[in-house]
């Protein structure tokens, strides 16, 4: 089914938005179920505890009805990745300088559990060591620490039940109270912390998608700015590109719809270049610096006109 836009080009020049869409919807935004009143949980697809306590008041939010089944899965990983996407960097510095943000990163930190080390996220940070014989016979030694991290899976995860919300509020039709969801697959593309919004795949993905036709953005009006969210369609092909950016720190991308259009799209994108450290028979390490972004590149949520 073929999204349509919720908005025309003036409403969405003129966010924000101040009232949240509510969906009388009689199947799950995340899996098709059917429900009934005795089966519906009420659902905010950008969770209340997504986002620092009382960023939400008064901003813009989807309201919508999922399973039990899905709301409960879906609530874990807004808890983990709530959490992760909070803490500060190996510096001790916060993604934006906001009192509710620290207070928040803290009191979650202690009750949040990694699915990854199965501790609480204030205890999960993680170290890796490693050693290697250099050609000239000295033993070299490193020791690198990191934040509490997550797994690729858990974060696209939760993205794809985002996602999936989103493109049904986009294709709902009042009278049959149904929305409907992408022919083909979901891809996720790539994650990364603010350190490197600039890598160049990232950038790469942006420049790419940036003229498609814009089906949903949404920036401030969502939690004060710490959910943002791009939706657009492909020139020609059954396919879509989303983008999310979480509380200031984390961005994801990636693309979903007819899968072979979707891989010539994330085939044709930059990579990264990461710098081999050690190249061993049993053993391999690379690693890459983060790329900052210069704000005035930044084009993977702005908004551009286009012909209605």
Not at 90 to 111: F, N, P, Q, V
Not at 166 to 193: C, E, H, V
Request: aromatic letters at 10%; hydrophobic letters at 35%.
């Amino acid at each position: 089914m073929q999204s349509r836009m919720l908005f025309d080009s003036e409403e969405l020049a003129s966010f924000p938005v101040k009232v949240p869409t509510v969906l009388d919807n009689v199947s799950c935004v995340y899996c098709a179920v059917g429900l009934s009143k005795s089966t519906r949980t009420k659902e905010h697809v950008v969770a209340r505890r997504f986002v620092p306590k009382g960023k939400h008041a008064g901003g813009w939010n989807l309201i919508a009805y999922a399973c039990t089944t899905c709301n409960n899965a879906k609530a874990r990983l807004e808890n983990e990745l709530a959490a992760i996407s909070m803490q500060p960097d190996s510096y001790g510095k916060y993604a934006i300088d906001d009192d509710l943000l620290k207070a928040e990163a803290t009191r979650k930190s202690a009750r949040s559990i990694s699915s990854r080390t199965g501790r609480p996220i204030s205890g999960s940070g993680e170290e890796l060591k490693f050693e290697s014989q250099h050609p000239s016979g000295l033993l070299v030694s490193v020791s690198l620490t990191a934040p509490p991290q997550v797994s690729s899976e858990v974060v696209f995860e939760l993205c794809r039940l985002q996602m999936c919300a989103f493109f049904y509020m986009l294709t709902f039709d009042r009278n049959s109270q149904r929305g409907g969801f992408w022919p083909g697959i979901f891809m996720g593309i790539q994650y990364a912390k603010r350190s490197d919004w600039g890598s160049r795949r990232l950038v790469s993905f942006a420049e790419t998608v940036k003229e498609w036709e814009p089906r949903l953005l949404c920036t401030t009006p969502i939690a004060d700015g710490f959910y943002k969210l791009a939706i657009r369609k492909h020139p020609s092909e059954d396919s879509w590109s989303w983008a999310v950016e979480w509380n200031h720190s984390i961005r994801c991308v990636g693309l979903f719809g007819e899968e072979r259009n979707c891989e010539n799209v994330e085939n044709a994108l930059k990579r990264n270049v990461a710098q081999l450290l050690v190249d061993e028979p049993n053993r391999k390490l690379a690693y890459r610096s983060d790329v900052a972004l210069i704000e005035a590149d930044d084009v993977l949520f702005k908004y551009r006109d286009i012909e209605t």
